[in-house]
């Protein structure tokens, strides 16, 4: 979606479970975080929509294509490298209809932290695109007829690039994640006091999080305790927003730093749908590395 209100950015590729993104009304771009140091990044990879992508979705016409003349606007979800030719985004990012991706050619890939309109990046092409055969939602108990309230599950893709690359992948850790491990995650989210016709944020942004336990997402989110291969994380000031879908959720300090899950939902599946920051949630490693294999 490219409205301020949606935290992911499946627009109208998602269909089903592409608006499983839900709303919030975000505080700053990636919930409060900050702009990034470029270099703490390199394995980053923003996911963004070609013309044929946005054919594919249906925007056709001059008005409806109109805003994506502006490289920013392309950014769709984001995602990390994990080998030289292959990249992790979420499920939803890639899907039409939650069961089969769409065409390869619908998007290509921005590697770093470099901002979005840096002409000097090269777009990276995409050959394949492989979803999780396990992604389903979980409806809002409350409303389950809403697919904007609901939580998607085994919320992996994998896009392999037409060409290897000499940047390093990130590592993917599936040591358990204990609760109050301090993480981050990267994205290119939405921010108040863009230009009218900007919906992303050009420069990339981190924010921080804590992880939590199935005790601690189940007080807020019941299903919590009954799910496997996700990962749960919260803040009092900070949230994904519009954009962040896919992101990869980070831990690392001082040495190198580790994958170990991708922002999926947020607090549109709780049940009283109330936008507010203090929990998210997405594929965590096992649920990556399943993919990898």
């Known amino acids: 979606m490219v409205t301020p ?20 009304t975000p505080a700053a771009a990636m919930s ?29 016409t001059p008005a409806d294509r109109a805003p994506y003349a502006k490289p920013v606007n392309r950014a769709h979800c984001g995602g990390a490298l994990v080998a ?34 840096d002409p000097s990046v090269p777009a990276l092409a995409v050959t394949a695109i492989t979803m999780s055969p396990s992604l389903h939602v979980i409806p809002n108990p409350t409303q389950p007829d809403d697919p904007d309230l609901a939580a998607p599950v085994s919320d992996v893709a994998v896009l392999t690039l037409a060409h290897p690359v000499s940047t390093a992948p ?12 301090p993480l981050r995650m990267f994205g290119h989210g939405v921010e108040p006091g863009l230009p009218a016709d ?17 005790e601690q997402a189940a007080a807020k989110w019941a299903p919590a ?60 490693a096992s649920a990556i590395a399943s993919m990898l294999h």
């Open 5 to 24: 209100r949606r935290w992911a950015a499946a627009a109208a590729a998602a269909a089903a479970i592409a608006s499983v993104v839900g709303s919030v």
């Open 32 to 60: 409060g975080g900050h702009k990034a140091n470029p270099a703490d990044a390199p394995w980053f990879a923003a996911i963004l929509w070609t013309d044929s992508g946005l054919s594919a979705t249906g925007k056709t």
């Open 84 to 117: 030289p030719d292959k990249v992790v985004t979420a499920a939803h990012c890639v899907t039409a209809d939650a069961i089969k991706p769409l065409p390869a050619n619908s998007f290509t890939i921005r590697l770093g932290g470099a901002p979005l309109s």
């Open 170 to 181: 990130i590592h993917v850790d599936t040591t358990a994640v204990a609760s109050g491990t």
């Open 198 to 214: 900007q919906l992303r944020s050009d420069a990339l942004e981190v924010g921080g999080f804590t992880a939590m336990n199935t």
């Open 225 to 284: 305790s009954s799910q496997k291969g996700l990962l749960y994380f919260g803040d009092r000031t900070v949230y994904p927003t519009s954009g962040d879908s896919g992101g990869p959720v980070i831990r690392g300090g001082s040495g190198p730093a580790q994958l170990v899950g991708l922002v999926s939902f947020a607090t549109q599946i709780l049940a009283d749908s109330t936008p507010r920051p203090g929990f998210a949630g997405g594929a965590d």
